[in-house]
């Protein structure tokens, strides 16, 4: 599956039931750190990986930024970065391009006026003071970002509820499985909204009986 068919797939799907559909998996998917946290809540970030490395220091991140291709996502190491590496003037450029959002493992800048615009951005921390711009680090590398490795080419998925990181081929075996989850979701929120109690709808109490008798056991819907 393309980079294009599966962005157009996860954009309809949320990081919880693809989470969720990674069991299936055994976990293969990387989730960041819940540190990484979007600066602005209600947009959807999906995308290949445009990797950057720097420390205290922004220069490698506008190389980055002049390099990366419409659609990727710049993500950024910042190596325990006490100064911000990222402002709202990359965030304006990644718009200018194209490009589908940033993650920032280090401190951002400028967040009133990045709540405002239209891109999924991501940072671990906010401060006010300034990085420098006298160094070239490394881009196009493997990377850590929110503890998780990220090479050149991955495809990032991040919502509210944080990111994720994978391969075109793991997002193409979980998409289906993902998007079963959200339909029973909805169908149980649909049945509840109508007075149905969750209970009714969970193998609850033979689950728990399984558990008190030393039997293998799964908690699962009855949808």
Known sequence: MTVVKIRQQLLKLDTASICDANKSLQGQLRVMNPAIRPVRNGLKLVGPA?????????????????????????????????????????????????????????????????????????????????????????TQVPITCGGVTVSPGDILFGDDDGVVVGSVEQFTALVPIAEEVQRKEAHLIAEMTRGVSLLEMLNFDEHCANLASGKASKLELKV
Do not use: Q, W
């Not at 506008?62 to 390099?67: N, Q, T, V, Y």
């Not at 710049?74 to 590496?85: E, M, N, P, Q």
């Open 50 to 138: 445009h990797t950057v490395v720097c420390h205290n220091d922004f220069l490698t991140v506008i190389k980055g930024l002049r390099d990366a291709e419409p659609g990727e996502v710049l993500v950024v190491d910042s190596r325990d970065s006490t100064k911000a590496v990222t402002g709202n003037l990359f965030p304006t450029e990644s718009l200018r391009k194209g490009l589908a959002g940033i993650v920032n493992d280090g401190p951002c800048r400028d967040t009133a006026v990045v709540r405002s615009m239209e891109i999924p951005y991501y940072a671990r921390s906010v401060t006010c003071l300034p990085g420098e711009s006298n160094r070239l680090f490394e």
